[in-house]
T-cell receptor, first 112, second 116 residues
């Protein structure tokens, strides 16, 4: 079955470390997105990519980096510059202009 | 920039009753879609219903229906015959169709609890 796979489901990071969250899709979708979810807030867009080797900053990109070397993969790196990284992270994909998103099951990141 | 506002952080309803969740949005564009997503405790995002802005008819999906008031920029979700499995966080979302791609903007969410 086609879908989006996010790994790991839970991730713990020590302060000052960079960590990378994985997002892989086999839906042949062109566009991929990373959202952050905090308690009491909706999902906020971190980065998005419409095509391979191209990506744009979302509303809260500071302290994060991404790459899009393959159509299927859109990893998110949470850098040490991100002051409050503890959150739930959701990856999504869509077919270009078609407004239907498919979401992954998320990664819960905790700073210890 | 587009914004989406959900003014009800929490709501509760008795099983089998009807509940309405509110959502307002702000945009100066005409070509857009509106969505309601459900996020149960598993945290998986599930699409509940979708409305195209150019359609005047309100969308319905079984027990779920919307009241789309384009001039008022209002997009409420009505859940009829509420079931225990409807307990979840509900997000209203907006997407503007642009030639450069689409970005989904979410409201803050409404936590709905269905009581037995």
């Amino acid at each position: 079955d086609g879908g989006i796979t996010q790994s790991p489901k839970y991730l713990f990071r020590k302060e000052g470390q960079n960590v990378t969250l994985s997002c892989e899709q086999n839906l042949n979708h062109d566009a991929m997105y990373w959202y952050r979810q905090d308690p009491g807030q909706g999902l906020r867009l971190i980065y998005y990519s419409q095509i391979v080797n191209d990506f744009q900053k979302g509303d809260i990109a500071e302290g994060y980096s991404v790459s899009r070397e393959k159509k299927e993969s859109f990893p998110l790196t949470v850098t040490s510059a991100q002051k409050n990284p503890t959150a739930f992270y959701l990856c999504a994909s869509s077919i270009g202009l078609y407004p239907g998103y498919t979401f992954g099951s998320g990664t819960r990141l905790t700073v210890v | 920039a587009q914004t989406v506002t959900q003014s009800q952080p929490e709501m509760s309803v008795q099983e089998a009753e009807t509940v309405t969740l509110s959502c307002t949005y702000d945009t100066s564009e005409n070509n857009y879609y509106l969505f309601w997503y459900k996020q149960p405790p598993s945290r998986q995002m599930i699409l509940v219903i979708r409305q195209e802005a150019y359609k005047q008819q309100n969308a319905t999906e079984n027990r779920f229906s919307v009241n789309f008031q384009k001039a008022a920029k209002s997009f409420s979700l009505k859940i009829s015959d509420s079931q225990l499995g409807d307990t979840a966080m509900y997000f209203c979302a907006f997407i503007l169709l642009e030639t450069s791609g689409s970005r989904l903007t979410f409201g803050e969410g409404t936590q709905l609890t269905v009581n037995p």
